[in-house]
Structure formats: structure tokens, C-alpha cells
């Protein structure tokens, strides 16, 4: 099945791209796509699927778009 990756900030660089179309099995979870694209899950960061804040044990499905953003501040 097909989901959306977007990456923010930090993880583009570290990773290499900022959006990406993945082929995924069924069952997959956000932990697992983490481990795929080589993300050190501990890093804070925001996930979000379909724009609703998430869990890394999430399952995903077809057409989700995936969002992972690192945590940061400023002011």
C-alpha cells in the first residue's frame, strides 16, 4: 500500500529528501517507517497522520500522509 512521507527541518538533511511516496505492507507501523528511513527514534519529534498528532506504534494505511517533524524552540 502507498503513504506519503513528508519530513521537516532537521530530518530532510538527515535523511535526504523532504517528501517521498512509500510502499508500505499492511500492518506497518510509524516505528517502522522510522527505522526504514533511518531516523534515530530517539530524537523528539512530532508525528502526525492525516494532520492528527500520533503515536510511534500507530498502524498506517493506504493514502495516509505521514508527517515527522523534529522538536525545536525559539523565541
Not at 522510522?34 to 530524537?43: Q, S, V
Amino acid at each position: 500500500m502507498k503513504i506519503t512521507l513528508k519530513l521537516v527541518g532537521g530530518f530532510i538533511y538527515t535523511v535526504g529528501f523532504s517528501q517521498r511516496e512509500l510502499d508500505v505492507a499492511p500492518g506497518t507501523t510509524v516505528a517502522d517507517i522510522l527505522t526504514l528511513i533511518a531516523i534515530d527514534r530517539r530524537m523528539p519529534m512530532v508525528i502526525a497522520q492525516n494532520g492528527v498528532g500520533v503515536r510511534e506504534d500507530q498502524v498506517v494505511g493506504e493514502g495516509d500522509r505521514i508527517m515527522v517533524a523534529p522538536i525545536f524552540s525559539g523565541g
